[in-house]
């Protein structure tokens, strides 16, 4: 290939020259095909389609990407395949986006899989696929290269607020708030959160989201959400700041796609058009936590001491009136030792041991590189990789709850990323002798349990 020529269409694109641009790309393409290494076709059609997605032809776009994908040499599979999706999205032919969306997630080289989940969740939306699109979105909030976490977590609110689940949208919604973000997008997020508020019946939290989205004069509520505000103010002097949940079907919860002043933003086409990176970078986003629950309870353990200690003074209190003394107090040890022996089977069975499944657990987040040692024996490596693959390492988690069972446990648990974000975890445990072993580790969404 022509460096000179390439070099120079590069610096036309990246100067917005996107005619020149073109025209050079493709004369590096016809000027000698014969001369162009393995990969080289794939290449500059990969750049030949960006320059048409520039100039707005979508068609022709669409052509010079399915040609870049036929190179078998190339090897920016997904990164075609997302602007791929992008061009057909621009066309609103929804279902072959997604198509190429789902290419482009699939493929391991590609390091920007956020941009495929992100224009897969918004393209499930045009579809009206809520629950596809926010299963999307969760993916592209928890890709650690996604910069703007954000956005997805915002937009997994919309499609909560969608399924009727206004409590999971306050939760995913207030996550979002954890992270920085330009004042216009706080703005719409804070809206965003306040007609969830609204729709999960917290009107006195709804009226401050409100307030906060009004700050600072620059964002102008959409009118489903102008009408919360004022039903959420009537609530709250009325002194019924706690409502019974409401149906949000047909609310507006539209979020990003909703502009300062309530209009439509402009056609997608123009949007998908600045999505398109220019040679190979094609674009969104991390992780939602959800409700909390009730901290473990060991009840168990200091209710048995206490009412053994009780019954073993009473017990010792009648035996000294009596005689054979000796014998008594033998007779007081080994019924002592059946209840504590009935006690640590008891115990077994309601499913407690050493190590506790709360400390497995903690180990586990602790040091999640080493944590082979903490699966079940059943599972190969190659399994025990992959389920460990969405753990962020906590070195203090919270343990949200602990459901046991004599030979199965589950632990709920809160850890924290490294960007301060925190993420919700189910994990399964196995009786190992006294002890547990991990099966299995997911990320938990409370609403869908």
């Known amino acids: 290939m022509n460096n000179e020529i390439f070099q120079s269409a590069r610096s036309a694109y990246q100067d917005k020259d996107y005619e020149g641009a073109l025209s050079a790309f493709t004369q590096c393409l016809e000027e000698d095909p014969s001369a162009l290494q ?241 040679y190979y970078y094609p674009e969104v986003y991390e992780e939602a936590p959800l409700d909390g629950y009730a901290s473990s309870d060991d009840r168990f353990f200091n209710a048995s001491d206490e009412e053994l200690e009780r019954w073993s003074k009473g017990v010792a209190k009648r035996e000294r009136k009596r005689r054979n003394v000796g014998l008594k107090i033998l007779v007081f040890i080994f019924v002592l030792l059946l209840i504590a022996f009935a006690g640590a089977v008891f115990a077994y069975t309601q499913g407690y041991g050493y190590p506790q499944q709360q400390t497995v657990v903690e180990e586990l987040f602790a040091n999640p590189d080493n944590a082979s040692s903490l699966f079940s024996s059943e599972l190969s490596a190659e399994t025990v990789e992959q389920k460990m693959a969405p753990v962020a390492q906590d070195d203090s988690i919270t343990v949200n709850a602990v459901e046991r069972s004599m030979t199965n446990s589950e632990v709920y648990v809160t850890a924290q990323t490294a960007e301060g974000g925190d993420v919700q975890y189910w994990v399964s445990l196995v009786r190992d002798g006294i002890g547990w072993k991990v099966t299995d580790v997911q990320l938990y969404f409370a609403s869908q349990n």
Do not use: W
Request: glycine content about 8%; overall charge negative.
């Open 38 to 278: 393995p990969g080289e076709i794939g290449l500059l059609y990969h750049q030949i389609g960006n320059c048409l997605v520039k100039l707005g032809d979508f068609n022709e776009a669409i052509h010079a990407y399915t040609q870049a994908t036929a190179d078998a040499a190339y090897s920016q599979v997904g990164a075609v395949n997302c602007n791929l999706g992008n061009a057909y999205a621009a066309l609103h032919d929804y279902e072959d986006a997604v198509q190429h969306f789902e290419i482009a997630a699939s493929d391991a080289k590609y390091d920007a899989k956020y941009r495929a989940y992100t224009g897969m969740g918004n393209a499930y939306l045009k579809l009206g696929k809520s629950a596809e699109a926010g299963a999307a979105f969760r993916s592209a909030a928890l890709d650690e290269a996604n910069p703007e976490p954000t956005k997805a977590l915002l937009n997994l609110g919309i499609c909560f607020m969608a399924l009727n689940r206004p409590n999971d949208a306050v939760t995913s919604y207030e996550n979002a708030l954890q992270f920085d973000m330009p004042a216009a997008t706080r703005n719409k997020l804070c809206a965003n959160l306040g007609q969830a508020y609204v729709a999960s019946g917290q009107m006195q939290k709804a009226v401050s989201a409100f307030e906060s989205a009004l700050a600072d004069k620059t964002y102008f509520l959409s009118d489903s959400a102008s009408v919360d505000y004022q039903r959420a103010i009537a609530q709250v002097s009325t002194g019924t700041a706690e409502l019974t949940p409401v149906d949000v079907a047909g609310t507006d919860t539209s979020g990003l796609d909703v502009a300062a002043d309530g209009s439509p933003l402009e056609d997608v086409s123009a949007q998908q058009t600045q999505a398109l990176d220019p």
